[in-house]
Each structure stands twice: as structure tokens, then as C-alpha cells.
């Protein structure tokens, strides 16, 4: 354990197409046939189908997949090397990531925000996410706030499963639009998927010292002084953080930083929809 609505766009449903690869050589969703095909043409065992809604592609994908098949990406993110960086409890931890080689970006569609439905039986997660040889399944998140600091800015959340996955997550954020409000949420948001699908194991991965700095020294002294700064001012991100720890405290959480904008594929898709996700 670790203690450390904005309106969504009309989407006209009766036009849009879902193409639920549950076999290929990617397996997930796609907006068109063109790239559907590109996932099933030649492959052996390919298994697709269209759909006119999200929730029936993603449970075709479940119900047709199996694990050998799982979304690939994973098993990319989840080798690269860490050092560990203690935390008082010792069912989680912090790792600082030192080095990692650059992944080439897949020939894929982009990712979209979906809406979750709540699938959160144990033999349903262990089709559809991939586990490290722990049972930790890895997650990337980021925030992104265009504008930050000014009086329109906009800020939106990333959650990155896996390269088309029916979990990743874009949406905005909610409340105060700034940089760090987006990498709380989207902690919360990859929390609360976590749950929903019955994962219990998670790493969490992401770029933000901020985040990582509130976990290994900071929030604890804030507590300590009525959650004051140590120039006695009040913390302004309290209610997010405080809500965060919430949603990770029924969770086996381990975190890990990563460095930002290098190549690492996980943390770029999961940058990615976090700035879809402040556009919409």
C-alpha cells in the first residue's frame, strides 16, 4: 500500500466505424480500415472485426485475444534499467531511471481517449495487460499544460498502457489548469483504471521530479507542518495530493522516474495524450 466534468466533445456515433484487431501483429482499435488491414493482412490467425461502438470493440478484443498476443509495447518499457531509491514503506518504491535506449516509435494509429468501461475480473486483466516477472504491470503518465501560468491556459492528462490499448486515457484536466495539477491527475486517473481493471501490482512511470520529489521528501514534512510549505505557506496542491494517495492506497505501487523526451516510447505516447487530452 502506499499513503504517501468537463463536458466531452460530441462525437456522432452513427458515423463512426471501430475495427477490434484481438489478433495481429498490434493488436487493439482502430478509426479506419486501412489501418485495421495493415495489422491483419498475411498475419496468420488474424482475428478482427468492425464495430459501430467502443464498448463492443473492446470486448471483442477481451473476449478473442489471448495473452501471447497481449499488446507488445510493454515488454519494450518494461526492462530498461533502474536504480532504486528508497521509501519509508516498504511495499513501494521510487526508481530513478539512468539509462534507457531509445525505442523506435511502431507503425500504428494514435491513440485516442476511450471512454473505461469497468472489466475488472483477474483473468480479464491478465489477457488484455502485460506483467513483469513480479505481476507488476507497467503504466506511463504525464501531464501537459499549453499556457501554463497564463490566463488561458490548458491543461490535459496522459495514461499509456500500451500502443492502442482500450485503457489509455486523454482527457482534461479538472480544476486549476496548471502543469502539475495534470501529473497529480493523471496518477489518480491511472489509479482508478488500476482498479477497475483488478490490477493490483503497478509501476507507475513518469517524468515529473515534482511528483517524485512530494513522495520521497516533501509531502511529509508539509504534513508534518499542517500542510505548510517551509516558508509557511499553504500547499496548493493539498486536495490533488490528497486525493492521490486515496487512489493508491489499496494499490502495490512502485514508481519509477524516467527522463523525459529522450526516446523513451512509453513516456512520449503517454506526453502525447496528454496534450490531446488538453485540446479537447
Given at each position: 500500500m502506499y499513503l504517501f466534468n468537463k463536458v466531452v466533445p460530441k462525437i456522432n456515433f452513427l458515423t463512426m466505424s471501430y475495427y477490434a484487431v484481438a489478433r495481429g501483429r498490434n493488436?487493439?482499435?482502430?478509426?479506419?480500415?486501412?489501418?485495421?488491414?495493415?495489422?491483419?493482412?498475411?498475419?496468420?490467425?488474424?482475428?478482427?472485426?468492425?464495430?459501430?461502438?467502443?464498448?463492443?470493440?473492446?470486448?471483442?478484443?477481451?473476449?478473442?485475444?489471448?495473452?501471447?498476443?497481449?499488446?507488445?509495447?510493454?515488454?519494450?518499457?518494461s526492462k530498461q534499467?533502474?536504480?532504486?531509491?528508497s521509501l519509508p514503506k516498504k511495499s513501494s518504491s521510487v526508481t530513478w531511471e539512468t539509462s534507457a535506449k531509445k525505442t523506435v516509435k511502431?507503425?500504428?494509429?494514435?491513440?485516442?481517449?476511450?471512454?473505461?468501461?469497468?472489466?475488472?475480473?483477474?483473468?480479464?486483466?491478465?489477457?488484455?495487460?502485460?506483467?513483469?516477472?513480479?505481476?507488476?504491470?507497467?503504466?506511463?503518465?504525464?501531464?501537459a499544460c499549453l499556457s501554463n501560468g497564463c490566463g488561458n491556459a490548458k491543461a490535459g492528462l496522459g495514461?499509456?498502457?500500451?500502443?492502442?490499448?482500450?485503457?489509455?486515457?486523454a482527457k482534461p484536466?479538472?480544476?486549476?489548469?496548471?502543469?502539475?495539477?495534470?501529473?497529480?491527475?493523471?496518477?489518480i486517473e491511472a489509479a482508478k483504471i488500476s482498479q477497475q481493471y483488478g490490477l493490483l501490482k503497478i509501476r507507475i512511470n513518469t517524468d515529473s521530479e515534482f511528483l517524485i520529489n512530494c513522495m520521497t521528501k516533501w509531502m511529509k514534512k508539509w504534513k508534518a507542518k499542517g500542510w505548510k510549505t517551509a516558508s509557511n505557506h499553504p500547499v496548493i496542491n493539498r486536495?490533488?495530493?490528497?486525493?492521490?494517495?486515496?487512489?493508491?492506497?489499496?494499490?502495490?505501487?512502485?514508481?519509477?522516474?524516467?527522463?523525459?523526451?529522450?526516446g523513451i516510447h512509453g513516456n512520449e505516447m503517454a506526453d502525447k495524450l496528454a496534450r490531446d487530452g488538453a485540446e479537447m
Open positions: 493488436p487493439g482499435i482502430y478509426k479506419t480500415w486501412d489501418e485495421c488491414r495493415a495489422e491483419v493482412n498475411k498475419y496468420s490467425g488474424a482475428v478482427y472485426k468492425k464495430f459501430t461502438t467502443i464498448s463492443e470493440a473492446k470486448s471483442f478484443i477481451i473476449e478473442r485475444g489471448n495473452r501471447g498476443n497481449s499488446l507488445q509495447s510493454s515488454r519494450n518499457y534499467k533502474t536504480n532504486p531509491y511502431p507503425n500504428c494509429p494514435e491513440d485516442y481517449s476511450l471512454i473505461l468501461d469497468n472489466f475488472s475480473s483477474d483473468s480479464t486483466s491478465k489477457r488484455i495487460f502485460q506483467r513483469d516477472s513480479d505481476g507488476r504491470v507497467d503504466i506511463y503518465t504525464d501531464g495514461v499509456y498502457f500500451g500502443d492502442n490499448h482500450p485503457a489509455n486515457v484536466v479538472r480544476g486549476r489548469a496548471t502543469n502539475n495539477n495534470a501529473e497529480i491527475q493523471a496518477v486536495e490533488e495530493l490528497e486525493e492521490m494517495e486515496r487512489a493508491l492506497a489499496p494499490l502495490d505501487v512502485e514508481f519509477n522516474h524516467v527522463r523525459g523526451h529522450v
